[in-house]
């Protein structure tokens, strides 16, 4: 591999700069990924087009310089492999044709057919096989929980209504989803690895609406699971994973014990006292917030150095936004961002 | 006053049970408040009239067995009396006919008129009168910061776009808007406090949209000047602050410096680890899910106790939600939860 930097950054050896990556890093601000979208006439045509997801997958690694690339899919993969039905309403988010919500519901649930999701898989081979080397490809997928809000809810919420009144009335229902999701979605990433994946992602984006009680029964102990049953090594060498609660900052302690090497952290942690905390178990992934983006080079890049000092020396960094970019981000600010990065960077993780 | 209890609690004094009240408890998921609301024609005439204003603040204590009563009125009163223009368009949150993003606008901005506010200390007055002494009667405010946030993006928003924008770019702007502000904040709860308000309570709903060094920065410092600046005794009695940021519960250390007697929590805490980091200088608000509401009754009174025994026994605790109730509570399930609050408490302060 010519730019290893991101995997080593994952299991805390020393790297040649901070390696960076950007969630979200294939997607709207990108006026070439505009482009094949509206060719491949909606977002799960695009998704579920091996070809077209490889060629959006590529797209920011030639504008910027980053150290991984992250396989372009959706979150929601894995429901729709229940045969839930996902859809997408225009100028919507994410919908389900139908919701898991009665215990007649939760019983006929079925694991997520494998077969259902070979275009994911094939996407990997393909984008594994274009890169050529060059970066690592990032495998992934939803969170049991987060997985569960959207079977539940039927889409995204802004309450979680429906998922916190099954969580407090009947949280045996929930613990039956959570059950089967957690089985999915360990097949899912390795069949991901399988196909080529060389570092995998667990997205927990809604784990943090949940009680520190409730996340940690809910959403860590299935993350947990997951882990357990993934893949540990591939091609020789040991396939590192991330693990990522969006709101999380609370409960790192508790998640360095959930069997991923690095901690995706969002923007409202200092980085450095998160490193105090977990920093000698876990590497940490992150954690600019994505709206500085919309501000100049130089306030991004104060903003960059600001938190790689706070970081500080030696391995285990992975450079990273808090959450996906914004749409409304003018391309050349992330340029200037993984610029930045890596000046500020170079040799800070030999120390 | 007949039942003090709220307010000995945020002094850290004993009571006879864990005080409770309920963030919003004056609001639509009461019929009557509805009523009250037709009545008025629209939310903000409810709230521009001290009559009904004091009406629906009264209604959720005839009902529950509260421990204390809160002013209604809109978080947004304050940029209204700068000459911005609040209107709620139907079926979306609060608007403003102008935003304050340019050097210009920001310089030309003027304090708060204290004139233009007479109705929300007439509603006070009132208020406190009708209570005749039953329970205790809190003031508020929105945040410096949390006010700038409106002020700025003209509105609510997912991703305070604008706020950022500035923080980033401009990030004197925001000082000079946030110093405004303050000072705004700061005779505004004087003045509430002179018409007959007995606790305060800082609302920073959005000061967890930062990071960790912009919340500092940017959204505690500027508490902290408002704090400062409120009269600390009043009829012979002190009258005790609470702060409150939503999404805040990474900073409670940095918080119990801000000049509060207590801080809100929202739910992701857990209680008794929040009263280890500070719970020997400050009394803790909070904090129960609002959607754990929707469970049963049975549902709801294992989570009060969960919460109760988290905190565990001593001065300190006022029991609350973690954030506002939701207009799609069933009003007996709060009821629920008053009484439940109140039955699992009696005594656990007095050890």
Redesign the interface.
């Known amino acids: 591999m010519k730019n290893d930097n991101f995997l080593r950054a994952l299991l805390r050896q020393p790297t040649d700069h901070t390696p960076i990556w950007i969630m979200r890093q294939a997607g709207r601000y990108l006026p070439e990924y505009n482009a094949t979208r509206k060719k491949a006439g909606s977002f799960l045509a695009l998704a579920k087009s091996p070809e077209l997801a490889c060629e959006v997958t590529l797209q920011p690694l030639e504008r910027f310089a980053l150290d991984a690339a992250i396989l372009f899919s959706d979150i929601l993969t894995i429901p729709d492999a229940m045969g839930l039905g996902l859809y997408f309403a225009e100028g919507e988010g994410p919908k389900f044709e139908r919701t898991v919500r009665t215990e007649e519901q939760v019983r006929k649930l079925p694991l997520a057919s494998m077969d259902e999701l070979r275009y994911v898989f094939d996407a990997v081979s393909l984008i594994r096989k274009s890169l050529d080397g060059r970066v690592p490809l990032i495998g992934f997928s939803g969170s049991p929980f987060t997985l569960a809000c959207y079977m539940i809810e039927g889409g995204g919420s802004d309450?979680?209504?429906q998922v916190?009144?099954m969580l407090?009335?009947r949280p045996d229902l929930l613990h039956a989803i959570l059950e089967k999701n957690a089985q999915s979605v360990t097949a899912y990433l390795n069949a991901q690895i399988a196909a080529g994946a060389q570092a995998v992602m667990v997205f927990d984006t809604w784990g943090?609406a949940?009680?520190?009680?409730?996340?940690r029964e809910f959403s860590l102990a299935y993350a947990k699971k997951v882990f357990a049953g993934v893949t540990r090594t591939a091609e020789g060498r040991t396939v590192p994973r991330i693990f990522f609660t969006k709101?999380g900052?609370?409960w790192l302690e508790a998640m360095a014990d959930c069997g991923a090497d690095a901690l995706g952290l969002d923007?409202?942690?200092?980085i450095g006292?998160a490193r105090q905390r977990v920093g000698d178990r876990m590497a940490l992934q992150g954690?600019?917030?994505p709206?500085?983006l919309?501000?100049?080079p130089e306030?991004?890049e104060r903003?960059a150095k600001?938190i790689l000092e706070s970081f500080g020396r030696g391995p285990g960094h992975v450079f990273n936004l808090?959450h996906g970019v914004?749409q409304?981000t003018p391309p050349d600010h992330v340029g200037a961002l993984v610029e930045a990065v890596h000046r500020h960077s170079v040799g800070a993780s030999k120390t």
């Open positions: 309450d979680f209504r916190k009144t407090y009335a943090g949940l009680s520190d009680a409730a996340y709101g900052g609370l923007w409202t942690v200092d006292a954690n600019m917030d709206n500085a919309f501000a100049p306030a991004i903003e600001r808090g914004s409304f």
